[in-house]
């Protein structure tokens, strides 16, 4: 289960959420947790996790080691300032910030190089998906996003994808546990294809768009969701924390 925070919280309001998600009783053998906090949070936030099994996330990141790039953050100050993982293509950095496939693919592999674990973002609009065009997309952005993989046919280690329609991040509008499923089944057949029958059975799949205390046990009943990248109920330790434990039934 992954927080996706955002743009949100200030660094005392995440001390307060952390410290609440690391004060509750989580079975670690039954869930991974992640938290992506904002840059200017990561140090802190890993102070305060370390010695729990959450784990954290960059959020973005460039592709370059070092450089004259005004703003931008490295695979490899991400990885001091504690992360594991990064999300990377997130649909607000493609609409918002006209990150491309190209780019994020270069952001990918960057991060594989450096240690870091990508959280690959991938998903449809809601255009796309009246037009019928939702499958289209969803192979179209795994092979750019995943180009520099496909020459050795190997996908890096531990790599997760997360399957969020565009439609459904942020609006309250859910994509049906029957319509997730349907892409998460076809992305796994993708990486079938495009790999080979382990890493198509064993690659980690979330799904991502509007993910709620009332809505994660039923979309963790379908069997190709492993997970979910949750942004809006990540922020208050309540709607997260039983968003986490959806195996307490
Ligand atoms: P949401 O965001 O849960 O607020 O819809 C999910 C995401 O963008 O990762």
Known sequence: MAAN?????SLYEA???????????????????????????LPSAHNLLSGT???????????????????????????EAGCTHVILGHSERRALFFETSTIINNKVAAAVNTGLIPILCIGE?????EEKKTFDIVREQLQESL???????????????????????GTGKTASPQQ????HSFIRDWLREAFD?????????????????????????????????????????????????????
């Open 5 to 9: 925070w955002k743009m949100n919280l």
């Open 15 to 41: 001390g307060d959420l952390l410290t609440e998600i690391k004060k509750a009783e989580i079975d670690f053998n039954r869930v991974d947790v992640l938290v992506a906090p904002p840059f200017t949070t």
């Open 53 to 79: 099994a959450i784990q954290i996330a960059g959020q973005n990141m460039h592709w370059e080691e070092a450089g004259a790039f005004t703003g931008e953050v490295s695979p490899l100050m991400l990885k």
């Open 125 to 129: 609009s809601l255009q796309q998906r």
């Open 147 to 169: 180009h520099s993989f496909s020459q050795g046919a190997v996908l890096p280690e531990g790599l997760i994808l997360a399957y969020e329609p565009v439609w459904a991040i």
């Open 180 to 183: 997730a499923q349907e892409v």
């Open 197 to 249: 029958k382990n890493t198509g059975r064993l690659t980690t799949i979330l799904y991502g768009g509007s993910v709620r205390p009332d809505n994660i046990k039923e979309l963790m009943a379908q069997p190709d969701i492993d997970g979910a990248l949750i942004g809006g109920a990540s922020l208050k330790a309540d709607s997260f924390l039983s968003i986490v434990r959806f195996y307490e039934g």
